[in-house]
């Protein structure tokens, strides 16, 4: 399966908060977007593996992912090591994404910042032909994705664009809310985390309108590229009418 884009974050939920109307926005474009987890979120305070892979796919299903997968690296042990480059490097060969979305570089979480270390290092690698690689016993052709770009999580950065999502914003809402173990539920007995407070999704919504205004859209999702970004005409651009 090829796919047009390859969005890669480090615990289940975590592309939904951060790029998730941006994927929606890309399949109701006509682009293929397949999604990928490092970890099985297992360390976090709510809910179970098992039940976070359901909430993975149900969200997957929301987004319009064609597919999406997990390299099952152990939850607060992410490292940009032999085995895991490898795990990345066979995921971006078999999919051959022209664009991957990743972590921003540095952020509260050492998984966020590692996995970007790890998709940056991947990204680079699984291009080169003496690394030998094989996928049901035959052997992958080496592919280097266009660029990758990099999302927002905790701490914010100067973005280099911002993806107006106005028009799938209720859809990403309704692929956070899949997570339904992770955020607020005034039933729930579980520990209160960051995440499952009240006013959690509040914020979020506070952070996508700030970056929509920016552009002059109602929502929007910041990214990072340290590749210049060109344009073919200065009239594609969205601009907030100052």
């Not at 977007?33 to 969200?59: I, N, P, W, Y």
Request: net charge negative; charged share 30%; aromatic share 10%.
């Amino acid at each position: 399966m090829a796919v047009d884009v390859l969005a890669i974050g480090s615990h289940p939920d975590d592309i939904e908060l951060s790029c998730g109307g941006t994927i929606a926005k890309l399949v109701n474009q006509g682009f293929t977007v397949a999604m990928a987890d490092a970890t099985e979120g297992e360390l976090g305070t709510r809910g179970t593996k098992e039940v976070r892979a359901q909430e993975s796919e149900k969200a997957a299903k929301v987004l319009g992912a064609a597919t999406r997968r997990n390299l099952r690296i152990p939850d607060g042990s992410v490292e940009a090591n032999d085995e895991n480059i490898r795990k990345t490097i066979m995921l971006i060969r078999e999919l051959q994404p022209k664009i991957l979305l990743i972590p921003h570089s540095l952020d509260r979480h050492p998984d966020h910042y590692h996995t970007h270390q790890l998709c940056k290092e991947a990204w680079f690698f699984s291009g080169l032909l003496k690394i030998e690689t094989k996928k049901d016993g035959e052997s992958q052709q080496p592919f280097r994705p266009d660029n990758y770009f990099e999302f927002m999580q905790w701490y914010e950065f100067q973005p280099s664009f911002i993806v107006d999502i106005s028009e799938t914003w209720e859809t990403k809402l309704e692929a956070i809310r899949a997570h339904s173990s992770q955020f607020h539920d005034p039933k729930s007995k579980e520990p209160e985390t960051r995440l499952s407070r009240p006013e959690f999704l509040e914020l979020v919504e506070v952070r996508a309108r700030n970056y929509g205004r920016r552009i002059g859209a109602k929502y929007g999702e910041p990214f990072f590229s340290y590749i210049p970004i060109g344009v073919k005409s200065v009239f594609d651009l969205v601009m907030n009418r100052g």
